[in-house]
């Protein structure tokens, strides 16, 4: 790989294996980003189509493009790791060998992370597009914009998504070299993701400046394991390739646990992944009841499920984490809560033969608003109060 002068404003690592299809598409519009100076660094994990000759051609041709390819595959996750290595930027970014990006999305984002020093990562809205490039209308996608909230804050706007594509950001290479990287584990992209909010901020702009191609057909757990590790993928893997789903769960509690969070945060946090999966990522959730051996279309209550959680995950049953004391009006809340819900069923009784079915439904509906508003209340502390240590980003 051939040396370069100086070190550019941004680093684009783009790791693929046998991506010839698409390539040059998501090539020439990672080269378009329209920055002071880049580099694209591509390492080609031993592909066997055409993928060597057309990323050759782009080096030929254009400097700031460093080609480099393995001998042998190493797997996705270290090769994603090794353009991470080679880069030398001010900022870094991973590209795909099939994603689209606008012109302006690197640039954008760099400029929103130099207004927000504790932000360690920046992306744009995405467009969903499928195999042959057209819009995909049926799936809807946000990404996670924790501009000035605390870091258990963070955490939920990222466990109630159903999806996870903001790896695709524009990332301060110092908050990387504090991660561990991508480890070839199922959900590597999620972990690492949880690694960096940990750390601080991930900023969204506005438009929809990236183009994610959702794969026509979905991986298995043992086919996405053998991708992301060339080593004996089955070897020691039961756990993870029979419970997919909470094994990655179980990943993020570690991931907490192992941080420099007060215990406070993290029982909190453990606590509000237990509640997200109830109440709010109910698919996540449901994989992982399903996974648990029950039928998530038949589990009785909601209580129910918060202990198949804590079971599943590992997590402690103090439940007074789950409703802190900070809210003043919390008992008040409660009472009015319960009014409406007993209002609402009487109001309906005459009307339906499915009232067992709707008592669950409201109140899982009260549960939830009431939990809304227990983080409506973090949220007002989060702006009343200055940054903690704690709450910034990794020293830059």
Known sequence: MPEVSSAPLLSIGLAVYNGAEYLRGSIDSLLTQDVESLELIISDNASNDDTESICR?????????????????????GNFNRVFELSRGRYFMWGSDDDLWDPQFARLCIEKLERSPRAVMC??????IDSAGEVVTDVTYEA???????????????????????TYSVIRPSALRATQMLLPTY?????LQLELLLQGDSLVVPQKLRAYRLPSVGKTAAEYVAEIDSTNADA?????????????????????????????????????????????????????????????????????????????????????????????????????????????????????????????????????????ADWLHRRVRDLERPTTRQDGPGQQ
């Not at 051609?57 to 996750?77: P, Q, S």
């Not at 802190?324 to 919390?330: A, E, K, L, N, V």
């Open 57 to 77: 051609e782009y080096a030929g041709r254009d400097d700031r493009v460093r080609y480099a390819r393995n001998e042998t595959n190493i797997g996705a996750a």
């Open 123 to 128: 992306t744009s809205q995405v467009i969903l």
């Open 144 to 166: 996670v914009d924790t501009e000035g909230m605390s870091v258990d804050r963070r955490v939920f706007e990222m466990t109630r998504q159903a999806a996870w594509f903001d």
């Open 187 to 191: 959900g590597m992209d999620v972990r």
């Open 236 to 372: 020691e893997r039961d756990e993870e390739l029979r419970t997919p789903f909470t094994y990655m769960a179980k990943e993020l509690v570690k991931v907490v646990r192992d941080s420099e969070l007060d215990r406070d945060i993290v029982g909190r946090i453990e606590n509000d992944l237990v509640e997200t999966l109830t109440l709010v990522n109910t698919r996540w959730g449901g994989f992982i009841l399903e996974e648990s051996g029950f039928d998530a279309d038949r589990m009785p209550s909601s209580s129910a499920r918060r202990a198949v959680f804590r079971a599943a995950l590992g997590v402690g049953t103090a439940m007074e984490v789950l409703e802190p004391p900070t809210s003043p009006w919390r008992p008040l809340e409660g009472m009015r809560l319960s009014a409406i819900r007993k209002t609402l069923l009487r109001l309906l009784r005459p009307f339906t033969d499915r009232q067992d079915e709707l008592d669950t439904q409201f109140a899982d509906s009260i549960e939830l608003l009431s939990w809304e």
